[in-house]
């Protein structure tokens, strides 16, 4: 059993909103809608750039601030060391949002106790996403953790699912991955051989997290 984390067993999106909220406010602009979207939407932009190799993990992070304080009103620091400083405001607060989505920890508990092993892939930094990991509880969750920064793979690179199952020493066909992304987590996994679950919190009436884990370990019962 494979897993993402970001937005899969762990609340990123409640937790970036709550900081980013808490963040603006603190500027003294008004955490809007439109505010709101705006830090969004450069974080999605600023961290693809990231991704895909165009900027350090630091410098989206400066891209976001430069891209955002004027929309809010807000004077820009001259240097990076100052847009340093000011972003570790927001980071303070994000981190002080961290929640697993409600189930989460139990069902990896179930899934171990059935005899599962258990993998996860994130992209991200190993600092952070670790940090995540300590911080929620999941830090001896899983028999195997891939970040992309260590392992050198993003998804949907195939590398990074075949790594995961290679430090797991069971074949890609084996592996069932669970993740909220289409491209990245679902034709990810599917491109190597991994059968693939989208979860998505967001949609209303969506079934929770271990529904639908155990439907798709139903299925493949099923089908073998």
Known sequence: MCFDLDGTLFDHAG??????????EGLGSAATESALDAWSSAKAEQFERWRSGQISFQGQRRERLRAVL????????RDDDALDRLFEG???????????FPGSASLLRELRVGGYRLGLL?????????????RTGLDSAFDAVCVSEHIGYQKP???????????LDVDAA??????DDADRDIAGARAVGMRAVL????AAGAADLRTVVLAALRDDEAIR
Do not use: M
């Open 15 to 24: 937790a970036a909103r709550a900081g980013a909220t808490h963040f603006i």
């Open 70 to 77: 004027p929309r809010l009103g807000a004077e820009l620091p």
């Open 90 to 100: 927001y980071l303070r607060s994000y981190r002080a949002s961290w929640r697993l």
């Open 122 to 134: 994130t992209n991200g930094t190993e600092e952070q996403q670790r940090d995540k990991l300590g």
């Open 157 to 167: 690179d195939a590398r990074a699912f075949l790594t995961l199952a290679d430090e």
């Open 174 to 179: 084996d592996c069932l991955f669970v993740g």
């Open 199 to 202: 979860v998505d919190h967001s």
